[in-house]
């Protein structure tokens, strides 16, 4: 404690170490959103095994328990294409392992688990085991290849998302589709040597080059002079390294936005500023704490601010387009706000941040008039997800399947494919399906059609109190004593509930 571990390094000071939790029981845990009731209960997966002496907490110069062992990692992906998972990681410098959880209303269910197996070690307390394969044939090589973060987007294009772990990307399936590594060039630690890409504090993955097919990924990497590159642009499906530069240090920033609109495609930046096919703009660069889709012309902004000061939103070509007076970011070495999303819904994003008590969140809101037209982000599944992985340690931004930036090509736009619940739209949907099943049949079905097109045309011309009148009118169709010879029970008790949920919302 006082003579072996401070001479390992002068910030080992394990006199002091206090605020972890490296024993006893963990638990996943779903929970009832109205309640708060515990509706099941499992173990998490996998367990701790110990304060982080096998997962390389002791090995390394800096002594610190409870710190590869608690590296955690949590988002949502349509690993089906349809229905929602859970996926929870655990670990990435070391052993590093992935979960991907179901739930049917009624229980959890295990789809897939991914485990590289633990890191060998020469010596638990003086060794070097970060960019060593882990002991399973399979995922053995996605040690030290995850990231501060996680994303889920369909790379291979099967409808289906993957989970891009850093430098790996696990399959919607659980199997491994790839664990990065390359060449260490001239002047770096072993030049030559074919090693990882290694892990990174910054991850984006989206379609950056709208001139190639598919999506790419642009991260950082912190191994210095062990690792290939400092930043990369890779192709997320393969991924190959499209572009990219060595830096012999830990690079530990990096961004891609729609800045520069007179160039095609996302720039991206972390050494440098550069165009979506690697063509140097400037040495200088945005910022790269967070950044938001602000702006009436789709080009992208970015939030500054940490620590004490007070978040602005700035445009690199324009300035500062907004400063949140009274507000604060969290994590004080990156200045993340509380969440940026499209949050009410006109493809722009919102910016939430804490007051400076902490007592409230305010939403901000961009008020330029835009002339483009979009449904809300929300209905991507890429996007609704990584709004969902948001809440993860170094929280990145939140991307879309497809191109988004100032030259957009409509065309290449993909139609979203959902259901609205508690819209007209869904109801007129739900009646359409009964007449198709027979389960709704005769003059009935014309005047309950009657009553939608009448409330959604109201909707429309935004008279929301006549939208409810044509609604009730809809419901007192539904309960004629002679409904019930033309539609089944099943089928009017369902339309009656959603057509109630509607005069709810608008109410």
């Known amino acids: 404690m006082d003579v072996y571990s401070p001479g390992r390094s002068s910030r080992n000071v394990l006199r002091n170490f206090e605020g972890f939790i490296v024993d006893g029981p963990e638990y996943l845990t779903v929970f009832d959103g109205a309640s708060g009731a515990e509706l099941q209960t499992v173990d998490y997966k996998p367990e701790r095994y110990d304060d982080g002496l096998m997962w390389g907490d002791y090995a390394m110069s800096r002594i610190e328990p409870g710190n590869r062992v608690d590296r955690f990692l949590s988002s949502v992906a ?3 294409g349809t229905h929602p998972s859970a996926v929870f990681a655990r670990g990435y410098y070391t052993r590093s392992t992935i979960v991907a959880y179901d739930w049917d209303g009624e229980q959890i269910s295990e789809r897939w ?65 790839y664990s990065s590594f390359d060449e260490l060039p001239e002047g770096s630690a072993d030049p030559g040597a074919v090693v990882r890409l290694g892990h990174g504090d910054a991850m984006h993955v989206t379609d950056i080059d709208p001139a190639r ?17 400092g930043y990369a642009l890779r192709d997320a499906a393969t991924g190959e390294v499209l572009y990219g530069a060595y830096s012999g240090r830990d690079t530990g920033r990096g961004m891609v936005g729609d800045v520069v609109p007179e160039e095609p495609g996302l720039e991206t930046w972390a050494v440098d500023l550069r165009t979506a096919d690697g063509r ?7 910022g790269t704490n967070q950044s938001i889709r602000w702006a009436a012309d789709m080009t992208t902004q970015i939030v500054n601010g940490s620590g004490n000061s007070t978040p602005t939103i700035d445009d690199w070509q324009r300035g500062r387009l907004l400063t949140a007076t009274g507000t604060r970011t969290n ?13 009410f819904g006109d493809w722009r994003e919102e910016l939430l941040v804490r007051t400076e008590d902490s007592s409230a969140i305010r939403i901000y809101l961009s008020t330029e008039v835009t002339d483009r037209k979009l449904y809300t982000l929300m209905h991507d599944v890429q996007y609704r997800a990584e709004v969902a992985r948001q809440q993860t340690v170094y929280n990145q931004p939140s991307y879309t399947s497809f191109y988004l930036g100032s030259d957009i090509d409509w065309s290449q736009v993909p139609q979203p494919h959902y259901w609205a619940p508690g819209s007209v739209e869904a109801l007129l949907s739900d009646l359409e399906g009964y007449v198709a099943s027979g389960e709704l049949d005769g003059p009935l ?49 369902s339309l009656a509930h959603e057509a109630r949920t509607v005069i709810e919302m608008l109410s």
């Open 78 to 80: 349509y690993l089906d």
């Open 445 to 493: 079905v014309q005047q309950l059609s009657n009553a939608l097109v009448q409330a959604q045309h109201h909707l429309d011309a935004g008279r929301t109190a006549s939208a409810v009148d044509a609604l009730e009118r809809f419901l007192s169709h539904l309960d004629r004593p002679k409904a019930s010879d033309m539609l089944t029970e099943e089928a009017r008790a």
């Open 280 to 286: 140097l703009i400037s040495t200088a660069r945005p």
């Open 113 to 177: 688990s991914v485990d590289s197996g633990w890191t060998p070690m020469t010596n638990p307390f003086n060794d070097g085991p970060h960019g060593r394969d882990g002991t399973d044939p399979e995922f053995g090589t996605i040690t030290t290849q995850g990231d501060h973060s996680v994303s889920a987007a369909d790379v291979d294009g099967d409808g289906r998302h993957e989970i891009v772990y850093g430098a790996a990307t696990i399959d919607d399936d659980g199997r491994l589709l």
């Open 331 to 343: 994590n004080s070495t990156k200045g993340n706000p509380s969440l940026v999303a499209d949050v």
């Open 213 to 229: 097919p598919g999506l790419e990924f642009y991260g950082v990497f912190e191994g210095g002079p062990w690792a290939p590159y």
